[in-house]
């Protein structure tokens, strides 16, 4: 369905009931949040939404794998983004170490014969948005914002934050629309089943996968967090390009090669830094 913004706020309405479900349910203690504790998942929340519609606005307008080419820069806004928040930064050889991150991406877009500024800036803006939702959610791991507030359950309160801010945005696309859209697809009953069905899977996938993350990112730095995220990007690439047949060029393959193996680069850089200082 061309509504990725109703689409978008739909999974995140999707991720908020299963996690709903399970407070009711008693499976997790339900978080009891102080106003500070409110005020910070407001603003994860955001963060997290337009991360999430992003992504969505930015698949619908070109390839899968061109998505991800560029969504493989999140290590290098994750770094700034980290270092201005806790204002630490780490040696400058680390940072240097994400230079054949940004430039294997920007080689395997340049000229890409399916490029889209429309797919490229969306990417651009989810990465940078995802970036700051994990960096505030780092500090927020950190701090005392409420009662039984671990990591998934932090990532719960966020994704209900995120649903909610999505709202008004599904009605500025346009609900009427969607309805209508939704109709004409109903109307061949194989592919309403289909629909639905992918919907429901795809927006609880959705909450599965980031609430590990969050469960990863409670033990890392965010930005080898956004590293381990663009190694998952490479599994998406390959898997899009066996089912929706997306061809790659050669440029892009070579790009992404070199971005990959910066990514390898960055993480052997960051473990002998770290052992250095530890060290000292």
Known sequence: LPAPLVIG??????GSLYVLIIWLLKIRPTPQLTSAGKTAISKIGFY???GQLLSIVSLG????????????LEPFFSAVVSALVFKKWMNPMVYLSLVPVVCGVGYACLKEHY???LAFNCAMGSNLAFALRAVMSKRAMTS????????TNLFGAVTIGAFVLSIPLAFLEGIPAFIALWN???QNSHVSKELVKSIIISGLFHYLNNEVMYMALSNVHPVTLAVGNTM???FIMVASVLVFRNPVSVQAGIGSAVGISGVLLYSLTKQH???LETVE
């Open 9 to 14: 706020s739909i999974q995140l309405g999707i």
């Open 48 to 50: 997290h939404a337009s």
């Open 61 to 72: 307008a070109g390839p899968v794998s061109f998505t991800h080419i560029v969504k493989a």
């Open 115 to 117: 490029f889209s500024w």
């Open 144 to 151: 005392f914002l409420g009662e039984n507030l671990g990591s």
């Open 184 to 186: 004409t697809a109903l």
């Open 232 to 234: 998952k990007r490479v």
């Open 273 to 275: 830094y770290e052992k």
